[in-house]
């Protein structure tokens, strides 16, 4: 049970529910793309995801100097419900219509 609170605790917070939905979605991205997304820096969408992969619920895979995230599979039956959840009511809010608008594809700028 301690477990599903952590993850309920970290959906808490507006950003990390909208990386998760942008993943879930989208599936694996940089972070560039994601901080642009949304509009917050990226060392500020680092941090969000950070606390997402110390669940378990995010993965990471460097490529080069660039870090990109996927969602990992579910574990349990919890895991699983919300990510049809996140894949279906949550999908079809205008916010997230919106931050997927904002999600580009191209090449992550040069730092």
């Not at 994601?34 to 950070?50: D, N, T």
């Not at 009511?89 to 700028?109: H, N, W, Y």
Request: glycine content about 6%; some cysteine.
């Amino acid at each position: 049970m301690e477990n599903i609170t952590l993850l309920f605790k970290a959906f808490s917070d507006p950003i990390r529910l909208r990386l998760v939905v942008l993943l879930s979605l989208h599936g694996e991205t940089c972070v560039c793309h994601l901080a642009q997304a949304v509009g917050e820096p990226a060392f500020k969408i680092s941090r969000h995801l950070g606390v997402l992969r110390s669940l378990g619920f995010v993965e990471a895979r460097r490529e080069g100097t660039w870090i990109h995230y996927r969602l990992a599979e579910p574990r349990d039956a919890v895991e699983n419900a919300l990510m049809e959840f996140i894949r279906g009511p949550l999908a079809t809010q205008e916010s997230t219509m919106r931050d997927l608008s904002r999600l580009k594809e191209g090449p992550c700028p040069k730092e």
